[in-house]
């Protein structure tokens, strides 16, 4: 028997869906590709690296493979003193250049000209390590930042610029990320304050060169807790931030967040294993009104996990 | 057990095996998903229950009840309905009842996989495309694909002139479902970045629910209804406006979910004109199973089946009022990110759709298994603690979410919201406890009838015949 074969019907459902297609990706694609990198956007891609969440060099998305975010006063090569105090982004050899830096045209066109024109970062190598930094161009009377391979331009080696740092201006920023999305804070917390009288409490909306070369953006959609974009600008303490991500009642009693006291790890930073039962013991004992003060939390390892969202909250949210 | 067929003749395996297959597998996975939602939802409540456990934190868990909920219940389910109702409309037999039971088996095995890595954290961060690209490219070609060469070639080999509008879905939605994650998760696959992978992570968001889980939801109900009743669907044509009006406009607001990104202003105000048209498919539908049930009104209290179905497509009607204009701007920035959106959510996949697929997996595994419903006593407590579960989860959410938005917009110090919303934390915790009791009473309900129900006599469908208990 020979059967109607529909063949317009089918035709229409691949016509019709083509048609939303090329609407809702092809055309805002042109969008996408013009919308040039901010000061934001190129902090926030070149200290995550290539990507965060699962990939070659991170599968457990623990933030292995990560440059590492210092805060440099001196120049590294020549001692002299930087003020203010600038960030440069230490990839050590081997590891993965963030998107943009691999990719120039994910910066936007007067950027990635820039970038690659005054910044040199085409002539960066992987496998030889690099240090990039942010500059600032005039162009036509108006200040664009772009990115810059300062291994080239200023001689800064992967070495001296971590060592002129120190471990207290280094910042764990993309480990730190990775273990935001690991943890799955991103269900509560967004990343995205809205068009509402929000920008008052949660500081201004994102711009729109704000995430060129991020990935993922993880902005949450589901808000059952405050919005963090700017976070540290309304708190930057690091002792606040430790107490409460050991036990957010401990800073605020009627906080519904988890208690994140395993990201300490098992030593303190002096090398003691840290006796989390005996603290619960007396924390619950605080809460009864036996004890008149909580427990104190433990000071954390330098390559806890903990440091490296401690770091990354305090650098990257502002 | 069904795996001594997975290795058989194709021949020799008998028809509705891997109906059966996905029917168990789907309700299994509900009770994994709505314990986990339950489990969850005590953690909102009481955020001290099970505290300090990484395997246990909140963020480990929300996503694992997310995806086993739509890949493991709601999408089984569909593949369950399309093992028996594609064959049944083309007048044949399934294609390949061998590549239905395979698919079936690396289904359970790859979500399996990838959810067990997501539990542990090894995510892609891209919310309902969380997991890893390998784990995506096992769905796409190991699941969605067979699934759809199964159906496609069904209906191509069927032995009737026309093709009746559930098969238009179900050919039409698969083909649209493995465009979406091919798309969807190119920004894992290509390292796209930025507003891209943004933009990229909500559009697959929206067309996975808007061109697979509510449509294909639809297009069962447009079987199981004139079934039970003995009534024809009241007009097939408006089923293909309903149809055609889902193709065209369903596929087109992704960015209505990110109105304060800083995403090109023409496409948000295109994606809202396009997402109040939804109204157009939804009132089709909804109008055309109602006036289905003409002189047959009495079956919706007698018949558990038409019970599920007909409460399934009232969902539809506050489902689609709210989704069609809670996404305009004019709207949408007071409730957006509030319980608002997750009671609605919860409205779409646990409302409607769920309940037309509970339906529709009753009907099935009954025909299918050739037995009569074990216990219609039993049924009905599922449907009470579904049903009265459901709206409690549901009510209690959509008040949270208003006092979340009004929290929003006079800027009360957020603190001062979740200590309003506690009590309907508590709220949705019991609503959802509730499901999950009822799914559990489910499965024993099933499993008894595999054993113990009635047979069903050659020619005669199982809810014809009464019952014993």
């Not at chain 1, 910066?107 to 500059?135: C, E, M, W």
């Not at chain 2, 939802?41 to 996503?63: C, I, N």
């Amino acid at each position: 028997m020979a059967f109607q074969n529909y063949r317009w019907g089918t035709a229409g459902i691949g016509g019709m869906f083509g048609l939303s297609m090329t609407i809702t990706l092809f055309f805002p694609s042109f969008d996408f590709r013009s919308a040039e990198s901010t000061w934001v956007g190129l902090d926030k891609s070149m200290s995550n690296g290539r990507t965060i969440g699962f990939s070659y060099e991170d599968p457990t998305v623990t933030g292995q493979g990560k440059p590492l975010t210092v805060i440099l006063n001196k120049d590294p090569k020549t001692g002299a003193t930087i003020d203010p105090p600038v960030r440069a982004y230490v990839y050590r050899p081997g590891t993965p250049f963030a998107s943009p830096l691999n990719h120039p045209d994910n910066l936007g066109p007067t950027v990635k000209r820039l970038s690659i024109d005054k910044g040199k970062i085409d002539q960066a190598v992987k496998a030889q390590g690099a240090v990039f930094t942010i500059n600032h161009a005039d162009v036509n009377g108006e200040e664009w930042a772009y990115a810059e391979n300062a291994s080239v331009t200023r001689g800064w080696t992967v070495d001296a610029a971590l060592s002129t740092a120190g471990d207290a201006n280094t910042k764990y920023v993309g480990r730190g990320k990775s273990i935001y999305i690991h943890e799955g804070c991103w269900w509560c917390h967004t990343l995205l304050p809205e068009h509402t009288q929000d920008w008052q409490v949660f500081g201004t909306p994102p711009y729109l060169g704000d995430f060129n070369g991020e990935m993922p953006t993880a902005f949450g959609s589901d808000r059952k807790a405050p919005d963090i974009l700017h976070v540290a600008s309304r708190n930057s303490s690091r002792e606040w931030m430790m107490m409460h991500f050991f036990n957010p009642r401990l800073v605020q009693p009627n906080s519904i967040m988890p208690r994140f006291d395993y990201l300490w790890g098992r030593v303190d930073v002096n090398g003691n294993p840290i006796d989390f039962s005996t603290w619960r013991k007396e924390y619950t004992a605080y809460r009864k009104g036996e004890r008149p003060y909580p427990p104190e939390v433990p000071e954390y390892a330098r390559n806890a996990e903990i440091r490296a969202l401690i770091d990354w909250v305090l650098t990257s949210l502002k | 057990m069904l795996f001594k067929y997975l290795f058989a003749k194709n021949e020799d395996i008998p028809a509705g095996s891997a109906t059966i297959f996905f029917g168990f597998s789907s309700i299994l996975w509900f009770i994994v998903g709505t314990g986990l939602g339950s489990f969850n939802a005590a953690k909102l409540a009481f955020p001290d229950f099970v505290t300090g456990v990484e395997m246990f934190a909140f963020g480990h868990m929300r996503q694992v009840h997310v995806l086993a909920v739509i890949l493991g219940w709601i999408s089984m389910a569909f593949a369950m309905t399309m093992m028996y109702m594609t064959p049944a409309l083309g007048n044949t037999k399934l294609w390949s009842e061998k590549l239905g039971l395979w698919t079936a088996f690396l289904w359970n095995v790859g979500l399996g996989t990838g959810l067990t890595l997501l539990w542990c954290g090894i995510t892609s961060g891209r919310e309902y495309s969380d997991l890893i690209w390998p784990v995506d490219l096992v769905v796409i070609f190991g699941v969605l694909l067979p699934l759809g060469i199964n159906v496609w070639m069904t209906i191509a080999q069927r032995r009737t002139q026309g093709i009746y509008i559930t098969n238009w879905f179900f050919g039409a939605c698969i083909f649209m479902l493995i465009t979406t994650f091919l798309v969807g998760n190119s920004p894992e696959l290509f390292n796209l970045t930025g507003l891209t992978e943004a933009y990229l992570t909500f559009w697959f968001a929206h067309n996975v629910l808007g061109l697979w889980i509510t449509p294909v939801a639809a297009g069962i109900a447009y079987y199981v209804l004139p079934k039970l009743t003995g009534n024809p669907l009241y007009s097939h044509r408006i089923g293909h406006l309903h149809f055609w009006s889902i193709i065209a406009f369903y596929s087109t607001p992704a960015s209505h979910h990110l109105l304060s990104a800083p995403l090109p202003e023409w496409l948000k105000s295109f994606a809202s004109v396009e997402g109040v048209l939804i109204l157009i498919p939804a009132v089709a539908f909804v109008a055309n199973i109602l006036l289905t049930m003409k002189g047959r009104w009495s079956m919706f209290v007698e018949n558990v089946e038409t019970k599920f179905t007909i409460t399934g497509v009232l969902l539809a009607i506050p489902l689609n009022m709210q989704g069609g204009f809670q996404q305009t701007r004019a709207i949408n920035w007071y409730i957006h990110g509030t319980g608002w959106i997750v009671a609605h959510a919860h409205l779409a996949l646990l409302g409607m759709s769920s309940f037309l697929e509970v339906a529709a997996v009753y009907f099935g595994l009954q025909q299918m298994m050739r037995r009569k419903l074990y216990s219609l006593a039993l049924a009905n407590v599922h449907y009470w603690f579904f049903i009265i579960g459901f709206c409690t989860y549901w009510i209690s959410m959509t008040i949270a979410g208003l006092i979340q938005g009004a929290g929003k917009i006079y800027e009360v110090p957020y603190i001062d919201v979740v200590i309003a919303e506690h009590p309907y934390m508590i709220a949705r915790w019991v609503g959802g406890t509730m499901v999950f009791t009822g799914n559990m009473i489910w499965l024993y309900n099933m499993y008894m009838t595999a054993r113990e129900g009635t047979l069903v006599p050659k020619g005669r469908y199982a809810h014809e015949l009464a019952y014993e208990r």
